[in-house]
C-alpha cells in the first residue's frame, strides 16, 4: 500500500470498482501537486461507484484546502446525485460556496440545472449578456427563458444596443419553442433595425424546427426582404431533401438547377479539381459541421487529416453516401425530452444518470436520463443526403481535391 503513488498504482485505482478504492481516489484528488483538469478521469471514477458508497468519500473531498479547492468542489458536486442525497446547511454552504468561486463560468450553469437552483436570474442575465463565450451566453438565456425571465430578456432586446444583440445571439443556441417564438417576433417586426433582425434570422433558422419554420414563413410570404438571404442559405442546404426540394418552390435557392446527376464516381476519380477553389467550396458547405485545425464547428469526425485517411475514391463514397460508413461515435439519434422537445444529435458523452446530447451545430446539452422520453436511431448519417448534388460537379471535384492536401504533418 505504500508504494502505490505512481502511474501503475494510480491506474490500478482508477480502474478498481470496489469500496477500497475511494480513498485512494481522494488522496490523488486532494494533492496539491495536481492540477484537478488535468485528473479528470479520477473524478469520473467515482460514477462507477455506487451513490451509497462514495457520498461520503465526496463530502470529505469538499473540505480540503488544495489550491484549486473551488474547481474541485464543482467537479465533486456534479458528481453527486440531488435525487439520492440529502440537502444539508453543509452540502448547501459547499454548493453557495462553489457558486461563488465559479460565477460567469459554465461550471456556475452546471451547478443550477444539477441541483434545480431558482433566485439566479439576475445574474444569468448578466451571463447572457456579457459573457465572451457563446456557448455560456446561450446556456444562461436559456436558464433565464426556462426560470421565468422572458420579462427580463425582452426588457434587454427592446433597448436596442449592444446588449440586445448579444441577447439575440444567445437565443439562436439551441432549440426549443420558446426561444424560437422570441427569435421570429423580433424577425417579423419592422420596427426593429435589420442589425437585429438579421441575426435574429440567423438564430431561428438553425436546426430542425428552425429550417422548418424559415419555410413556413417563405410558404406563407412573410419573410422580409433583407432576411431573405439568410432563409436562402439556410434552405439551400438544409439536412432533409425534402426541405430543400420544397423550399425551391418560393424561394430561389438555386437547388433546381444544380441537381442534375453527377457523373460516376470512376468518372469523378479521374478528374483533376482547384484545391484553392475547393477550399471556398468548403467553407461555404462543410464548415457548419466540419473543423480543419480547429477552424469550423465541432460536431462532425474532425478533416484535418482526412487526405491521409481516405482515398480519392473514399472521399468521393463519403460525401455522395454519406449514409453508407458512419464513423465510428458519430450514430445519430432523436431524442424526444419529456418536455415536449426533441433533440437531433449523437451521444457525445453518457453516465449512468446523465447524457451529453451534441446537436447539429456543435452544441452540447446535458439531460438526465430521467428526462429523456424516448431515444431512437435517426436512421441514416446526419450528414445531409444530396449535397453533392447540390454542390454539382465542378464544385464537388474542387473540393475533394482540396480535402486531399489534408495529411498528416
Same mark, same amino acid.
Given at each position: 500500500?505504500?508504494?502505490?503513488?505512481?502511474?501503475?498504482?494510480?491506474?490500478?485505482?482508477?480502474?478498481?470498482?470496489?469500496?477500497?478504492?475511494?480513498?485512494?481516489?481522494?488522496?490523488? =484528488?486532494?494533492?496539491?501537486?495536481?492540477?484537478?483538469?488535468?485528473?479528470?478521469?479520477?473524478?469520473?471514477?467515482?460514477?462507477?461507484?455506487?451513490?451509497?458508497?462514495?457520498?461520503?468519500?465526496?463530502?470529505?473531498?469538499?473540505?480540503?484546502?488544495?489550491?484549486?479547492?473551488?474547481?474541485?468542489?464543482?467537479?465533486?458536486?456534479?458528481?453527486?446525485?440531488?435525487?439520492?442525497?440529502?440537502?444539508?446547511?453543509?452540502?448547501?454552504?459547499?454548493?453557495?460556496?462553489? @457558486?461563488?468561486?465559479?460565477?460567469?463560468?459554465?461550471?456556475? @450553469?452546471?451547478?443550477?440545472?444539477?441541483?434545480?437552483?431558482?433566485?439566479?436570474?439576475?445574474?444569468?442575465?448578466?451571463?447572457?449578456?456579457?459573457?465572451?463565450?457563446?456557448?455560456?451566453?446561450?446556456?444562461?438565456?436559456?436558464?433565464?427563458?426556462?426560470?421565468?425571465?422572458?420579462?427580463?430578456?425582452?426588457?434587454?432586446?427592446?433597448?436596442?444596443?449592444?446588449?440586445?444583440?448579444?441577447?439575440?445571439?444567445?437565443?439562436?443556441?439551441?432549440?426549443?419553442?420558446?426561444?424560437?417564438?422570441?427569435?421570429?417576433?423580433?424577425?417579423?417586426?419592422?420596427?426593429?433595425?435589420?442589425?437585429?433582425?438579421?441575426?435574429?434570422?440567423?438564430?431561428?433558422?438553425?436546426?430542425?424546427?428552425?429550417?422548418?419554420?424559415?419555410?413556413?414563413?417563405?410558404?406563407?410570404?412573410?419573410?422580409?426582404?433583407?432576411?431573405?438571404?439568410?432563409?436562402?442559405?439556410?434552405?439551400?442546404?438544409?439536412?432533409?431533401?425534402?426541405?430543400?426540394?420544397?423550399?425551391?418552390?418560393?424561394?430561389?435557392?438555386?437547388?433546381?438547377?444544380?441537381?442534375?446527376?453527377?457523373?460516376? =464516381?470512376?468518372?469523378?476519380?479521374?478528374?483533376?479539381?482547384?484545391?484553392?477553389?475547393?477550399?471556398?467550396?468548403?467553407?461555404?458547405?462543410?464548415?457548419?459541421?466540419?473543423?480543419?485545425?480547429?477552424?469550423?464547428?465541432?460536431?462532425?469526425?474532425?478533416?484535418?487529416?482526412?487526405?491521409?485517411?481516405?482515398?480519392?475514391?473514399?472521399?468521393?463514397?463519403? =460525401?455522395?453516401?454519406?449514409?453508407?460508413?458512419?464513423?465510428?461515435?458519430?450514430?445519430?439519434?432523436?431524442?424526444?425530452?419529456?418536455?415536449?422537445?426533441?433533440?437531433?444529435?449523437?451521444?457525445?458523452?453518457?453516465?449512468?444518470?446523465?447524457?451529453? =446530447?451534441?446537436?447539429?451545430?456543435?452544441?452540447?446539452?446535458?439531460?438526465?436520463?430521467?428526462?429523456?422520453?424516448?431515444?431512437?436511431?435517426?436512421?441514416?448519417?446526419?450528414?445531409?443526403?444530396?449535397?453533392?448534388?447540390?454542390?454539382?460537379?465542378?464544385?464537388?471535384?474542387? @473540393?475533394?481535391?482540396?480535402?486531399?492536401?489534408?495529411?498528416?504533418?
Amino acid at each position: 500500500h505504500d508504494n502505490w503513488q505512481n502511474p501503475a498504482g494510480f491506474d490500478i485505482v482508477w480502474r478498481a470498482r470496489n469500496a477500497e478504492a475511494l480513498p485512494y481516489l481522494a488522496k490523488i =484528488i486532494a494533492d496539491p501537486n495536481h492540477n484537478p483538469d488535468q485528473y479528470l478521469k479520477f473524478f469520473r471514477a467515482f460514477d462507477f461507484h455506487p451513490e451509497s458508497a462514495k457520498e461520503t468519500t465526496l463530502m470529505e473531498i469538499m473540505n480540503g484546502n488544495h489550491p484549486q479547492q473551488a474547481r474541485i468542489n464543482s467537479l465533486v458536486l456534479m458528481l453527486l446525485d440531488p435525487a439520492k442525497i440529502k440537502m444539508t446547511p453543509a452540502l448547501k454552504l459547499a454548493i453557495d460556496k462553489s @457558486l461563488n468561486s465559479v460565477r460567469g463560468k459554465q461550471d456556475y @450553469l452546471d451547478l443550477l440545472a444539477r441541483f434545480h437552483l431558482k433566485d439566479h436570474n439576475d445574474e444569468l442575465l448578466e451571463m447572457a449578456q456579457n459573457s465572451p463565450q457563446p456557448e455560456i451566453r446561450s446556456g444562461a438565456a436559456r436558464m433565464l427563458l426556462n426560470a421565468g425571465g422572458e420579462a427580463a430578456i425582452w426588457t434587454t432586446i427592446r433597448k436596442k444596443d449592444s446588449a440586445s444583440l448579444q441577447m439575440i445571439r444567445a437565443l439562436g443556441g439551441w432549440e426549443e419553442k420558446k426561444n424560437k417564438d422570441i427569435l421570429q417576433q423580433i424577425v417579423l417586426d419592422n420596427s426593429y433595425p435589420a442589425w437585429m433582425r438579421i441575426p435574429a434570422a440567423e438564430g431561428l433558422a438553425r436546426g430542425w424546427s428552425g429550417e422548418d419554420r424559415m419555410l413556413a414563413l417563405a410558404k406563407s410570404k412573410q419573410l422580409p426582404e433583407d432576411v431573405k438571404t439568410i432563409a436562402v442559405s439556410t434552405l439551400s442546404h438544409a439536412y432533409r431533401p425534402e426541405i430543400r426540394e420544397e423550399a425551391a418552390k418560393y424561394l430561389n435557392t438555386g437547388s433546381t438547377a444544380q441537381t442534375a446527376a453527377l457523373p460516376s =464516381i470512376e468518372e469523378l476519380v479521374s478528374l483533376k479539381g482547384d484545391a484553392t477553389a475547393g477550399s471556398q467550396v468548403f467553407n461555404t458547405y462543410c464548415t457548419t459541421c466540419h473543423q480543419v485545425n480547429g477552424k469550423g464547428v465541432n460536431f462532425g469526425p474532425a478533416l484535418s487529416e482526412i487526405g491521409s485517411k481516405l482515398s480519392k475514391e473514399a472521399i468521393y463514397n463519403s =460525401i455522395i453516401h454519406p449514409s453508407a460508413g458512419i464513423s465510428f461515435g458519430f450514430d445519430g439519434f432523436i431524442f424526444k425530452l419529456k418536455n415536449g422537445s426533441s433533440l437531433v444529435g449523437y451521444v457525445a458523452s453518457e453516465t449512468s444518470t446523465e447524457i451529453s =446530447i451534441k446537436q447539429i451545430g456543435g452544441n452540447i446539452e446535458k439531460h438526465l436520463k430521467s428526462e429523456i422520453a424516448s431515444q431512437k436511431p435517426y436512421g441514416s448519417s446526419l450528414m445531409p443526403e444530396g449535397l453533392a448534388q447540390t454542390m454539382g460537379k465542378d464544385q464537388l471535384v474542387n @473540393l475533394v481535391e482540396y480535402l486531399q492536401t489534408l495529411k498528416k504533418k
